[in-house]
């Protein structure tokens, strides 16, 4: 399978991360041969989503892979005389301080001891690294521009480890990627068919047992596929870049999105539902009629904020907490705009960014629906993958393959390489619940929630609540990430809000009363390492021809990654359109063959019942609604 | 670049559509010409519903070929066995739920489903309405489809309270629909029937609270939205007057009966007949309009005979009943009287209180509350002012006529373009006023001096006035149905910009006219006076006619009977 991989490549681009895949798909749609390597055994890097059992072997890894210390010389046997070695870290050091805990009842046959260890265990640091490096090596050339870089995979394997690397070739003939794409696009439909028919008789028994029977860990472990845990949390602006891209380049066809449906808000220890669509503010119960008209006309001014400059020219130098104070706003209004809808804080932004934030959050909503947000189903780590498709996959050990340009994540890199680097860190935190945090008549609720930092200098965090049908957690089941930049480590960051927000499920199971927290059923804490905004002269001794792309940084859009993908891609493929979109098939001539061939008979019957109303949202055009 | 594909150029593309749509145009004529050609040769079989299925899935909007689809279908019905049928409607289905999508919009297809859906033996009414439900998902303001949707809801029987249901979800999503707030209003009275003797077409006061409550957050939300302000206005006024017989006035001198309508009329027109008694026994008599145009209208009289006002009895009886409006009146003329009348009690309800119903004084007070709220919070929102003075008015509109008269001023200042309305409107509510103020004080003299009028109406309700000034005021005509007041003698119309007398007829009792300073240039336009017969003081001073040559002798050859002309 791996005999006939080709030597020499345009691009090689190493980790399957959102910036690395949308700038592989970019080549590739410019032409240029792509290699696109990652030594994990997943897709996406630190973007990727897991089921639950898969996010359990990611945190074992962690703790078994500490140690690889596996130098393979045989690679250095292939390294010319005028090239010089880069080595890459076969250890990722971007996630730290993993804490995991249990909180649904094990049940009896399971193994209790494990299960106590693993509760014990909470506390001890947990790092891992992957189990596979590559190493490159690296020689300039007399002449810079052609000088080549060779790529090369290890051979040997640790015997323990089942571990493969994937390799993706961009196939460049046409007839073969039309092919791939139809086929990918083939299966993709019938797994996802096979899913949601899987899905039914399971939402049948759960919603058939009595409510008293609540939720154990075998039955997440058994249930576990229908688990897909983000590793970043992340929305999609529905006017971002990332939609705009996704679009723009076709590649929308392979994801389906669902709209969030709340924009939640804590405030005086209650949640309550953050009204921000005119939809919304007409339907409130929670403000009267006066703050609605308040609240209308001040989102109404800053939808168009530049326009009437004399508004707020004179506070541009306070902060936008401030500002708002002076805006005809109840403090309950003041609160939803500075923390729900700009999603600032009192002291981060002054009033001109407070009011682009704002702005940007409405102009965003109402694309897809009431909320200026969307979700892939079956998560984020979707997003690569569906930038990743149309390629063929293959294992592939011990070649030497030469490229001109390489393009590297950062978690790649050795620590002499990033010696100098200072990163930053994001705080993470993964629950499933066995509620919303705001009930409703729906139980398919989708929220964003962000809880501002209590003491000035902590930061706020940020709270995406996902319901079953996003195709991430089990039915009876929520799954709740929270994000926040770390100022501690993950759990002294975010489990403050933890508390705030949830009971810990045993605790709850003495008394019998109703509670109205969601309990915990199962906690992971983790820092994982925010490589965005680092310059690359940080980097030590990295050649001319190897740019560098970041990992996830703490946003909640995906704009960072777009913009970075675009300015590494122009900087390989200047004058390039970025990932335009594929041809129309009727347009591409094979054989040179003119227009003669096509037949075009009359045929008015229009193709019926092209798409009935799905419930899901598929990216298009979808501003036309009028009268 | 190498691994390109190769693509058409743009040229190529565009001259392959342009041959497209070429040859696409060549298929559509010729299509339609086979079709014309078989319907008049009456072959409308099968192959029709094929080549006009063709051209409609294009071009859903072409009607005459929908005709020809029915009347193939039609023809088919005859022919075919019940299962054949069967099949055949199932497609016609699925068809048009294609023609929708290209055009979600078409009036011929939705006629045409509603067309087949009647004529079916058993329709499946439960997917119309889910069908109905998906094109509103689509485009929530699509009347088409709301249209068809009230079709099916009846022809279903669908109970009421579901479709309010449906109309709250809609209206939950945007309530920027005028639909949906149209269907409240008319599921609302079907849910809430009022006993027989109460007022037809009203609420209960807590479904109206409610309902109230919804389109206040609307109006709140965005008071720019005009749907809200509409459907709050038929929920505050949706009663109508009751028919009724106004007044009636029976005059000796003129031998003549008038009578005065809650709604304009058209007497003898098959519908309104009125049937006059006499002393008790039917009289049959020619009815008119004061000025003589046979219309709709307020006022109409009829001619007596001298025998039904002989002075031998000592009181006559009138007695006119209207049948349509299902009223009567009755009034007495004594022996020695020169007239007599009989009229309703004026009360302001039942004059004016046909826009605005007189709901719970506290809902409409607390209404008035939160609009006054919205407009300090909008100062320049037209819906918002609007609605205050209707509320004012309709709470009581003599207390408050100062308010509402700055209002006026405020919302002209924000609404130039509708000024000239808002000044009619204006004169509308003043001449309510000064009409409810004479009648409270039971006179018949009435002052219209001084009051910036632009529009006379109401004059119905002046049948009894003796003497009115209209002077200084911004009035350009004397309408025709100033005619409906019989009794007048004296009237002054002096400082406005009148142009035209044609209400100035036919006013048996009028005696004094000023017309000085208007904007009389023709004596021509004086001809009306003419059928005045007691007219004998008329005052022209400041007139353009005045300065005509000869003007002088021209009017005394057009109103001969009138004393004194002052130029």
């Known amino acids: 399978m791996a005999d006939n991989l080709p030597s020499e490549f345009d691009v090689i681009v190493i980790g399957t991360g959102l910036p690395e895949s949308i700038i592989a798909a970019a080549c590739s749609r410019s032409g240029l041969r792509v290699l696109h390597v990652d030594s994990r055994n997943y897709y996406g890097g630190n973007w990727a989503s897991f089921s639950f059992s898969g996010i359990l072997s990611w945190l074992k890894e962690y703790q078994e892979n500490s140690d690889i210390v596996n130098e393979s010389p045989t690679w250095q046997e292939q390294i010319l005389e005028n090239e010089e070695a880069i080595a890459l870290s076969r250890k990722d050091k971007t996630i730290q301080h993993v804490e995991v805990f249990c909180y649904a009842s094990q049940d009896l046959h399971e193994d209790v001891e494990e299960a106590g260890a693993l509760q014990k265990n909470h506390a001890s640091v947990i790092s891992g690294n992957p189990t596979e490096a590559a190493h490159s090596a690296y020689q300039p050339s007399e002449d810079e521009s052609l000088c080549t870089v060779s790529c090369e995979m290890p051979t040997e394997q640790t015997p323990s480890s089942d571990q493969e690397t994937a390799l993706e070739i961009n196939d460049v003939e046409v007839t073969g990627e039309k092919e791939k794409r139809y086929d990918d696009k083939t299966h993709a439909k019938s797994a996802s068919e096979e899913e949601t028919s899987e899905n039914v008789p399971i939402a049948e028994d759960t919603v058939l047992q009595p409510k008293k029977n609540r939720i154990t860990y075998s039955q997440i472990i058994k249930e576990g596929r229908r688990f897909n845990i983000d590793l970043v949390s992340k929305l999609l602006y529905s006017r971002g870049l990332l939609i705009d891209l996704l679009i723009k380049s076709n590649v929308s066809r392979y994801a389906e999105f669902k709209n969030i449906t709340r924009i939640l808000a804590f405030r005086e220890g209650r949640v309550e539902q953050v009204p921000c669509s005119r939809a919304d503010v007409f339907n409130s119960k929670q403000l009267t009629m006066v703050e609605k008209r308040m609240l209308m006309k001040f989102l109404t001014f800053c939808m168009e904020y530049e326009k009437h400059p004399d508004e707020y020219k004179a506070y541009e130098e306070i902060t936008f907490s401030e500002y708002l104070k002076t805006q005809k706003l109840t403090p309950n209004l003041q609160y939803f705009v500075l923390h729900s809808i700009a999603m600032t804080s009192e002291t981060a932004s002054n009033t001109v960014d407070g009011l682009k934030a704002t702005k940007n959050f409405l102009h965003c909503l109402g694309r897809y629906g009431n909320t200026p947000f969307l979700f892939p189903l079956y998560g984020q780590g979707e997003l690569p993958q569906c930038f990743c498709r149309c390629k063929a996959i293959i294992d592939q050990f011990g070649q030497r393959i030469i490229s001109k340009h390489f393009l590297v994540e950062d978690s790649y890199f050795s620590e002499n390489t990033c010696s100098h680097v200072q ?195 598929s990216l298009g055009n979808p501003e036309e609604t009028s009268q | ?310 002075d031998q009895l000592p009181q006559h009886t009138f007695h006119v009943i209207w049948t349509a409006g299902e009223a009567q009146k009755e009034c007495v003329l004594l022996k020695g009287r020169q007239e007599g009348w009989c009229r309703d009690s004026a009360t302001d309800a039942q004059l004016f209180r046909c826009e605005l119903s007189v709901e719970k004084s506290t809902v409409l007070q607390s209404e008035l509350e939160s609009c006054k709220e919205l407009q300090e919070l909008e100062p320049e929102n037209k819906w918002c002012l609007l609605t205050i003075i209707l509320l004012m008015r309709a709470l009581d509109p003599l207390l408050y006529e100062k308010e509402t008269l700055q209002y006026f001023q405020t919302l002209k200042a924000v609404d130039p373009m509708r000024a000239a309305y808002l000044d009619d409107l204006r004169s509308k509510f003043l001449l309510e006023n000064s009409v409810l103020k004479m009648e409270y004080a039971e006179v018949r003299v009435l002052h219209l001096g001084h009051k910036d009028l632009t529009v006379l109406c109401h004059l119905e309700q ?106």
């Open chain 1, 423 to 617: 990163y930053r860190q994001i705080s993470r935190s993964v629950l499933i619940t066995d509620r919303s945090v705001l009930k409703t008549d729906s139980d398919q609720q989708i929220s964003i929630l962000t809880v501002p930092g209590e003491e000035p200098g902590t930061f706020a965090v940020r709270v995406i609540e996902l319901c079953p049908s996003t195709m991430t957690c089990m039915k009876g089941t929520y799954l709740v990430h929270l994000t926040c930049t770390s100022s501690k480590t993950a759990r002294e960051d975010l489990e403050p809000v933890v508390q705030k927000l949830f009971t810990p499920y045993t605790e709850t199971e003495i008394e019998n009363e109703e509670v109205e927290k969601p309990r915990l059923l199962w906690a992971l804490y983790f820092n994982m390492r925010d490589s965005s905004d680092i310059s690359r002269n940080s980097y030590n001794d990295l050649p001319s021809n190897v740019y560098v792309c970041s990992g996830p940084d703490c946003g909640l859009g995906n704009d960072n990654a777009v913009k970075q993908a675009e300015r590494l891609f122009q900087l390989i493929c200047p004058n390039e359109d970025f990932c335009p979109p594929p041809p129309n098939p009727e347009d591409i001539i094979i054989d040179g063959d003119s227009l003669q061939s096509e037949t075009s008979e009359f045929s008015v019957i229009p193709e019926a019942n092209s798409e009935t109303p799905k419930e899901s949202t």
């Open chain 2, 1 to 310: 670049m190498h691994g390109r594909l190769k693509v058409k150029t743009s040229e190529e593309q565009a001259e392959a559509k342009r041959l497209e749509r070429e040859q696409k145009l060549k298929l559509y004529q010729s299509a339609t010409q086979t079709v014309f050609q078989k319907r008049q040769a009456g072959e409308l079989d099968e192959s029709v519903l094929e080549l006009t299925s063709q051209i409609l899935g294009a071009n859903p909007d072409f009607a005459t070929l929908w005709n020809c689809r029915r009347e193939v279908l039609q023809r088919l019905e005859a022919q075919k066995s019940p299962e054949e049928l069967a099949a055949l409607v199932k497609t016609e289905l699925g068809f048009l739920e294609s023609c929708l999508r290209v055009n979600p919009k078409s009036y011929g297809t939705w006629h045409h489903r509603c067309w087949l859906l009647g004529r079916l033996p058993e329709p499946n009414w439960a997917r119309e309405l889910e069908l109905c439900a998906r094109f509103l998902e689509v485009d929530e303001r699509n009347f088409h489809c709301w249209d068809y949707r009230r079709f099916v809801a009846t022809q279903a029987a669908v109970p009421p309270a579901e479709e309010l249901a449906f109309t709250d979800s809609l209206i939950t999503r945007n309530f920027s629909n005028y639909s949906s707030w149209h269907y409240r209003s008319c599921l609302l009275p079907q849910l809430h029937p009022q006993p027989d003797t109460g007022p037809q077409g009203r609420l209960p006061e807590d479904v109206l609270l409610k309902e109230l409550e919804l389109v206040q957050n609307a109006f709140f939300t965005d008071p720019n939205d005009q749907s809200a302000w509409f459907y709050h206005r038929w929920l505050l006024g949706r009663a109508d007057p009751q028919d009724a017989l106004r007044c009636l006035h029976v005059s000796r001198d003129e031998a003549c009966l008038t009578v005065s309508f809650s709604r304009p009329v058209l007497v003898g027109s098959g519908t309104e007949t009125l049937l006059l008694m006499v002393d008790e026994s039917p009289l049959a008599v020619e009815w008119r309009t004061p000025d003589g145009r046979t219309r709709p209208s307020h006022v109409w009289l009829c001619d007596l005979p001298a025998a039904s006002l002989n």
């Open chain 2, 462 to 567: 002046l049948l009894l006035v003796t003497h009115l000034d209209l002077s200084h005021n911004r009035l350009r005509a004397l309408p025709p149905a100033l005619a409906a007041l019989r009794c007048l003698e004296v009237l002054q119309a002096n400082d406005n910009a009148i142009e035209s007398l044609d209400g100035v007829t036919s006013l048996p009792r009028l005696q004094e006219l000023s017309l000085c300073n208007n904007r009389l240039r023709q004596p021509a336009v004086l001809q009306p006076l003419a059928a005045c017969p007691r007219l004998v003081l008329l005052h022209l001073q400041g007139n353009p006619l005045c300065h005509a040559v000869g003007a002088s002798e021209h009017l005394a050859e057009l109103l001969p009977a009138v004393n004194s002309i002052l130029t």
